[in-house]
Structures are given as C-alpha cells and as structure tokens.
C-alpha cells in the first residue's frame, strides 16, 4: 500500500537504480589499470628493461627488470588513483560529475597577479633559499621567462587567430642573428639592436604572410614548416656572412644605462659601491626578459580587446563568415604573422646577449614544435596556460639533471637525462588525453554585452564561441 513501505503481495522487489554502482566503479577502475599497466609493459621494454652499449666486438645487451617494473606499478597505480579520487563519474549515467576541485580555484585575473608577484621576488628568493645553487636556479628561470614570451607571441598567431605556424622558430633566429651581425659588424650594443630585431622579425612575418594568404590548416603548417627549414639552411651555407655552422661568438652583453654588469672601473658596481657578485648578471639577466615579457602580455591583451585582436578571434572562428562581415583577412592575417614574428625577434635577441654565443643548431624544428606544445598544452589563447605549461615542461624537463639520486635507485647505469624526450612525449599524450582542450580550457571574452560568461574551449574555433 502506498504510504507503507510494504511490498504487495505478488510482486517482486525492484533494487535501486545504482545499487550496484561502487562494485562497478572499482571493476572499471582495476581493468582500465591493468590494460594502462599492460601498455606500459609493452611500450617500456625496449626502454626501460633493455639497454645496449656498443663495445669492442659488438654490441652489450643488459637487463633493468626493477626499472621497469617500477614504472609499471607507478603506472597502475596512478590510473588507479585517477579512476577513483579524480574521474568521479556516475557510472550509472555515464556521464562526468562536476570537479568540484576545478571549481575551487582562483580566477585568471587572481592567480596571473600572484604569479606577477612571485616572478618579481624569484631571484631573491632564490639567493636566500639555494645560496649554494642560486645561479641554477636563476638561469632556469631565465630559460623558462624566454619560452613564456615565445609562447605568447605564437599565441597571437596559433590561438587567437588560428594559422598553424610551425616555422616560428625562423623569427627567432632572425632576431638573434640580427643582433649578432649588427654587433659583429657594426658595433652596436643590445638596447640599439633590440628594436631593429623585432622590426626586422616583424618584416619577415610580412614576407611569410603573403605567400600564405590562401593557404590554411595543414597545407599553411607546411609552407611554414619549409619557410623555418630555409631560414635555418641559409645561416648554415652562407659562411661568409653569417659564420656558417661555427656561427657568432662574442656578442656583448647588456648594459644598465650604460653601465656594464662586470668588474672594473665604470661598472655598475663601481659606480654604485656594490661588490661584484657573478650573480649580478644573472638577475640583470632575469629582470630584462621578465620586462620583455611582461610587454608582450600587455601588448596582447590590449590588441585582444581592439577591432584587430577581435577580427583574429572572428578569422579564427570562421573565415568566410569573417569575410561576409566586411574584414580585410589579408590584412587581418599579416598583422598577425607580423606582430607574432615582432615578439619572437625581441626574443631571439635576449638570446643572443643572454649565450654570448649563437648558431644554427639553436634554431632546429625541435625548438618551434616545444613552442607550439606550450601553446596547445596551455589552452589555445589562454596567458595563463601557457605560463603554467612552460613552467612544467620547460622546467621539469630541465629538473631531470639533477636526478641523480635515482642512480641509487636503479643502478649507476641509469641516466635520467636520457629520458628527457621520453618523459617530454608522455608529459604531452597524459595532458592530451586529461585535458585535450589544454591546461586551461576557458577564456574570457574579448566583447561583452552586459554580462562577462567564460567560453567553454569546445565552444572555440566552431562558431559557437561568441
């Protein structure tokens, strides 16, 4: 009878919907274990439990089975965990529940201001924190500021206005040698090169863009996949002007109004009366690039918000809906190319000054497609994305030369730097498959109309994010 909670008579008890919904999360959870443990096994054999060594004779085959069974459990374990604390599902519906974690955190504008704050003190605290490895420590954080600011000028081109561009590191290359050669050949110092740098960058970006107009997707990601491949050959053959292969050594180093970073009479710290420290130079170092890159952010963000940041976003969304509105895509696409490549010449020119030293190897694909890794890994046209995926790419990858506890670990023969690639290839598939719109798969709109909602990165570059 209703009101009861009694059963009729004759009629069989119906168990509740998920009833049986925690014995089939935890099966589901331990078989897609097992099958991540089981891929694991196969992909890590032949680099984890096999090594070869060319010796006198041929060639020494040896065995590391705890490697790879350590990597196998780390594996399983980690799928494990991430079934049952992270993927919270209702695997009765099928459907994801909401990550609350995910909700939990700080806006952009919040984290970007801590983050500003914290890269403002780093070296300090750096030198009180790791006196003994300080310089480390900075010159990472330098290398790290440097692939921020080129992840930020491809930005403008890959993630607000769409062109897939895999010849990024060409405007690199042409901001580093221009100041190379200027100052090989005419003397001049950092600050003077460093504009004639970006414009020169900014003038190939031109040249880039022409060719290209008609072209997108993947026929555009090759012509500027040769156009980086040329740049990269022809510092290489023209010996005579460019050094060739040997490259360009003795580029000066930055001045502080005239004030060289050094020992002696007329340095910074004769003039000031601060004893010399080499680490001077390293923070001198730190500041430019962070300055440099602080305006490359600004620059962006008050372009996003002018008729041209929202004619890319609108050439990004649709191109031929781009041009019924009345948009010159020509133009709307060189100025991309162009202040994208202006930035990439601002820094290849800190480059340059920051190694003393430069040559074509510095310049190979390799180093257009880490650029263009930060830029998916962190969110397509998200600042704060690609800071947080340079920090753990750029950073982490370097971390690994100083594991060398792990040989305690696993053996003198193991050598973690030799699973850079490995770990920088994993890193990416695990975030594709996590976050397949990136670190950070929403953004805010450049135009709103009364009310300021976050678009959704799967509302992107579909015609359904405005």
Known sequence: MAGTGQV?????????KNADVPQTRMARALRESLIAGALA?????????????????????TTRWGLWLTAIAIVFAGRMALNLFWFDRDWGSGK???????????????VGRVALLFALVLPFLF????????????????????YIMLGWGLNIVVGLAGLLDLGYVAFYAVGAYSFGLSAHYL????????????????????????????LRGDYLAIVTLAFGEMIRIVLINWNDFTGGPNGIS????????????????????????????PIHRFVFLYYIILVLALLTNFVTMRLRRLPIGRAWEALREDEIACRSLGINTRNTKLSAFSIGAM???????????????????????????????????????????????????????????NLNFLKQVFGP??????????????????????????????????????????????????????
Do not use: C
Request: proline residues 6%; hydrophobic residues 50%.
């Open 8 to 16: 009729p008579a004759g009629t069989t008890p119906v168990a509740p």
């Open 41 to 61: 096994a196969i992909l890590g054999f032949f680099f984890l439990a096999l090594r070869t060594d060319i010796v006198t004779g041929g060639l020494n085959v």
């Open 96 to 110: 994801p529940a909401r990550k609350t974690i995910v909700a939990a955190l700080p806006s952009g504008k919040t």
């Open 127 to 146: 030198m009180a924190l790791f006196p003994n490895k300080d310089r480390q420590f900075i010159d990472l954080s330098i290398l790290i500021m440097t």
């Open 187 to 214: 003397g001049l110092g950092f600050w003077t090169a460093l504009p004639m740098a970006g414009l020169l960058a900014a003038t190939w970006g031109l040249i880039l863009g022409f060719p290209v107009l008609r």
């Open 250 to 277: 003795g580029i000066p180093k930055p001045t502080f109004f005239g004030l060289e970073i050094g020992r002696g009479e007329g340095s910074f710290g004769d003039v000031f009366g601060i004893p010399y420290d």
């Open 343 to 401: 930035f990439a010449g601002f820094a290849g020119s800190f480059f340059a000054t920051r190694q003393g030293f430069i040559s074509p190897e510095s310049f190979t694909f390799l180093e257009s497609a880490i650029i263009l890794a930060i830029v998916v890994l962190g969110g397509l046209g998200s600042q704060i994305g690609i800071v947080i995926a340079s920090v753990v790419m750029v950073g982490g990858i370097e971390l690994l030369r």
């Open 413 to 466: 023969s193991f050598e973690p730097t030799e699973f850079r690639m490995l770990i920088f290839g994993l890193a990416m598939v695990v975030i594709m498959v996590w976050k397949p719109r990136g670190l950070v798969s929403t953004r805010e709109p450049s135009a709103t109309l009364k009310e300021k909602k976050l678009i959704k990165a799967d509302q992107v570059a579909q015609g359904e994010g405005h």
